[in-house]
């Protein structure tokens, strides 16, 4: 069809390209007058629309005044929208469309309730039959990150760079378009534990949940942002660590729970989803360890190479941090450029020269890094292991592989 148009809209016909054209979805905008053609179908070598299939209709919008822009540019679609339920659209450049969740947790969500008028916060909802339907408007928000309790748009800051290149998660397909669910009472309040730890700062997580103490499942989808909300629910200051082991109970333990936050919550209570599970097995719990002002990892010094990559001094030993693309940001950038005493920092993604003298596999690598806003010491970042590889029951602090999803690996630079 885009060829055909493309064609078709050529006032000199020996001019008209020869090779057609790509076509781009877009939301319709409100405009005066009907639709006329809203299916079509065109032979591979049609050139002009009268070799084409498509029925008149006459689909009258009822739009025959200018737009009229709405105080409130946020809104909810579907049945139980009225109760705070629905999928979140936005309204921008005079039509709706609709928002992607890529990156959105709990505080977002919680604007966007609070903009809607429900005051207890929200938490963002999963719906995959949105996944590939062509019927709904472009992505017109996505992309943004916004501070706990924030009340409007303007708060909210854009993604840094380093979330840019996963916008195809934002793409037509809608596999992330928001739906949202606000809540009709204050968010629940969870005791937290680490138990069986050699001092008060470690050991395994556990949360009271229904009036039982459940152990928290270790997967691929337990990310380190995690760690920022159990620290400020235990009172800790400074960063830490976590990696899995075997429970520290009875094998028989079936009930586990998942939990996922995005980092800036205030507690777990908040976090966007907190459920059981049945799981048997015994070697995937969550163990942590939060650092104490006389921890080597407060100490923590670090330099730069002449290309930009950054090398951490820990304990007599250099340290080289992994550059994945969701783990190597501006934030973890600007803690070590004021580490250094300057300012602000740019995160880069430097490629590892490979030679028969090194083997990336056996040099101390930091694989996971997690720096929260306004963090001004490598101490007060978290850190783990990529859970896809078959160390993940390590600490993070050892030998480990740099390679990101296309095999490449990659080491962090400012």
């Given at each position: 069809?885009a060829?055909?148009?493309?064609?078709?809209?050529?006032?000199?016909?020996?001019?008209?390209?020869?090779?057609?054209?790509v076509?781009?979805?877009?939301a319709?905008?409100?405009?005066p007058?009907?639709?006329?053609?809203?299916?079509?179908e065109?032979?591979?070598?049609?050139?002009?629309?009268?070799?084409?299939?498509?029925?008149w209709?006459?689909?009258?919008?009822?739009?025959?005044?200018?737009?009229?822009?709405?105080?409130?540019?946020?809104?909810?679609?579907?049945p139980?929208s009225?109760?705070g339920?629905?999928?979140?659209?936005?309204?921008?450049?005079?039509?709706?469309?609709?928002?992607?969740?890529s990156?959105?947790?709990?505080?977002?969500?919680?604007?966007?309730?609070?903009?809607?008028?429900?005051?207890?916060g929200g938490?963002?909802?999963?719906?995959?039959?949105?996944?590939?339907?062509?019927?709904?408007?472009?992505?017109?928000?996505?992309?943004?990150?916004?501070?706990?309790?924030?009340?409007?748009l303007?708060?909210?800051?854009?993604?840094l760079?380093?979330?840019?290149?996963?916008?195809?998660?934002?793409?037509?397909?809608?596999?992330?378009?928001v739906?949202?669910?606000?809540?009709s009472?204050?968010?629940p309040?969870?005791?937290i534990?680490l138990?069986r730890?050699?001092?008060?700062?470690?050991?395994?997580?556990?949360?009271?949940?229904d009036?039982?103490?459940?152990?928290?499942?270790?997967?691929?989808?337990?990310?380190?942002?995690?760690?920022?909300?159990?620290?400020?629910?235990?009172?800790?200051?400074?960063?830490?660590?976590?990696?899995t082991?075997?429970?520290?109970?009875?094998?028989?333990?079936?009930?586990?729970?998942?939990?996922?936050?995005n980092?800036?919550?205030?507690?777990?209570?908040?976090?966007?989803?907190?459920r059981h599970?049945?799981?048997?097995?015994?070697?995937?719990?969550?163990?942590?360890?939060?650092?104490?002002?006389?921890?080597?990892?407060?100490?923590?010094?670090?330099?730069?190479?002449?290309?930009?990559?950054?090398?951490v001094?820990?304990?007599?030993?250099?340290?080289?941090?992994?550059a994945?693309?969701?783990?190597w940001?501006?934030?973890?950038?600007?803690?070590?450029?004021?580490?250094?005493s300057?300012?602000?920092?740019?995160?880069?993604?430097?490629?590892?020269?490979?030679?028969s003298?090194?083997?990336?596999?056996?040099?101390?690598?930091?694989?996971?890094?997690?720096?929260?806003?306004?963090?001004?010491?490598?101490?007060?970042?978290?850190y783990?292991?990529?859970?896809d590889?078959?160390?993940?029951?390590?600490?993070?602090w050892?030998?480990g592989?740099?390679?990101?999803?296309?095999?490449?690996?990659?080491?962090?630079?400012?």
């Amino acid at each position: 069809m885009a060829g055909v148009a493309s064609r078709a809209i050529s006032a000199d016909p020996s001019r008209a390209p020869r090779y057609g054209g790509v076509p781009i979805f877009d939301a319709i905008p409100p405009s005066p007058g009907p639709v006329w053609i809203n299916y079509i179908e065109c032979p591979l070598d049609a050139n002009d629309l009268l070799d084409c299939y498509f029925p008149w209709v006459n689909q009258d919008r009822g739009v025959t005044e200018g737009v009229i822009i709405p105080d409130v540019k946020f809104r909810l679609i579907g049945p139980r929208s009225d109760t705070g339920k629905g999928r979140l659209e936005y309204f921008r450049d005079g039509y709706w469309g609709s928002v992607c969740s890529s990156r959105m947790g709990t505080s977002e969500a919680s604007l966007f309730c609070h903009i809607l008028g429900f005051t207890y916060g929200g938490h963002i909802l999963v719906n995959k039959t949105n996944n590939g339907r062509s019927d709904l408007g472009p992505v017109l928000l996505d992309g943004i990150e916004c501070p706990w309790n924030s009340e409007d748009l303007d708060q909210c800051s854009e993604r840094l760079w380093a979330f840019k290149d996963f916008r195809y998660m934002c793409s037509s397909l809608h596999a992330y378009t928001v739906e949202l669910g606000c809540r009709s009472d204050p968010f629940p309040d969870y005791e937290i534990q680490l138990f069986r730890g050699n001092s008060k700062h470690e050991g395994q997580l556990f949360i009271k949940y229904d009036d039982s103490w459940s152990p928290v499942y270790y997967d691929q989808g337990f990310s380190i942002k995690k760690l920022n909300v159990v620290c400020k629910q235990l009172g800790y200051r400074h960063g830490g660590e976590m990696h899995t082991k075997q429970f520290v109970y009875e094998n028989g333990q079936r009930k586990w729970l998942i939990l996922e936050c995005n980092g800036k919550e205030q507690n777990v209570g908040h976090c966007n989803t907190v459920r059981h599970i049945d799981y048997h097995y015994s070697d995937n719990a969550v163990f942590i360890k939060f650092y104490e002002t006389s921890d080597p990892e407060l100490q923590m010094t670090v330099s730069l190479e002449s290309d930009g990559k950054v090398i951490v001094h820990r304990q007599g030993e250099t340290w080289k941090i992994c550059a994945y693309d969701l783990v190597w940001d501006d934030v973890a950038a600007t803690t070590v450029c004021r580490m250094m005493s300057n300012s602000n920092g740019t995160a880069i993604h430097l490629p590892y020269e490979l030679s028969s003298y090194n083997d990336p596999e056996m040099e101390n690598s930091i694989q996971i890094l997690y720096c929260p806003e306004g963090a001004s010491h490598l101490g007060d970042c978290f850190y783990g292991r990529d859970s896809d590889t078959r160390d993940m029951w390590l600490g993070p602090w050892g030998p480990g592989y740099c390679a990101n999803d296309k095999y490449e690996v990659l080491r962090a630079g400012v």
